[in-house]
């Protein structure tokens, strides 16, 4: 089955700096790569996500990247802001969805 | 509606008891997803259904778990004889794409076994 890895495990930035997020998988068969943020005690939201048939997708201060030769993806956020802190996911797969361990998010004002 | 919900929000159930959580699909999807996260943040998937059929339950653990999606009632996921183990959160996520596409969670129900 499908195996996600993610790093770091925990990230603080000051307000106002980027914040990547990297995560590996390693099934050449997964095709779809959503990226969801948790709050504290709410369920998964997603943000974004990526299908194996693109290389990178934007939403305003959210982007995403796939490397489907490397399996690796990442999550950039620029100018972050105190509402961004929270618990970070990537997930892959196919027809199913593996998660990774999750980032905690710490953005320092 | 337009967000999955889960009820009850918490279940406290002792060892060896029955316990039973709901969930609603987004109106109008037709996959219907459970996971389990447990204390470390890890999410592992149970079953997902295709409307009112399994599509996928390679997850459930066979002897306690069991789950269904019935026409016009909420989904379920019933644990047999829980235990201390089974204590977590568990999501249920909808989406009106195949393929595991565009999945939406609900809030959550927290499970705490004693």
């Known amino acids: 089955g499908e195996n996600v890895e993610q790093h770091p495990s925990t990230l603080s930035v000051q307000e106002g700096d980027s914040a990547v997020i990297k995560c590996t998988y390693s099934?050449?068969?997964?095709?779809?790569f959503p990226w969801y943020k948790q709050e504290l005690g709410k369920g998964p939201q997603l943000i974004i996500d990526?299908?194996?048939?693109?290389g990178e997708k934007k939403d305003q201060r959210i982007a995403v990247t796939l490397n489907k030769t490397a399996k690796h993806f990442s999550l950039h956020i620029t100018e972050t802001q105190p509402e961004d802190s929270a618990v970070y996911f990537c997930a892959g797969g196919y027809q199913k969805v593996t998660f990774g361990i999750g980032t905690k998010l710490q953005v320092i004002p | 509606g337009e967000e999955v919900a889960q009820t009850p929000k918490h279940l406290v159930r002792g060892e060896g008891q029955k316990a039973k959580l709901y969930c609603a699909p987004i109106k109008g999807h037709s996959y219907v997803f459970w996971y389990q996260q447990v204390l470390k943040n890890e999410f592992k998937f149970l079953i997902s259904f295709q409307n009112e059929n399994v599509f996928d339950e390679t997850g459930m653990p066979k002897e306690r778990f069991s789950a269904k999606c019935l026409p016009n009632s909420p989904c379920s996921l019933e644990i047999q004889a829980t235990k201390l183990e089974d204590s977590a959160v568990y999501f249920c996520?909808?989406?009106?794409?195949?393929?595991?596409?565009?999945?939406?969670f609900g809030p959550g129900t927290r499970l705490t076994v004693t």
């Open positions: 996520a909808s989406s009106h794409l195949a393929d595991g596409y565009e999945q939406y």
């Open positions: 990526i299908r194996s048939n693109v």
């Open positions: 099934d050449s068969a997964s095709n779809y």
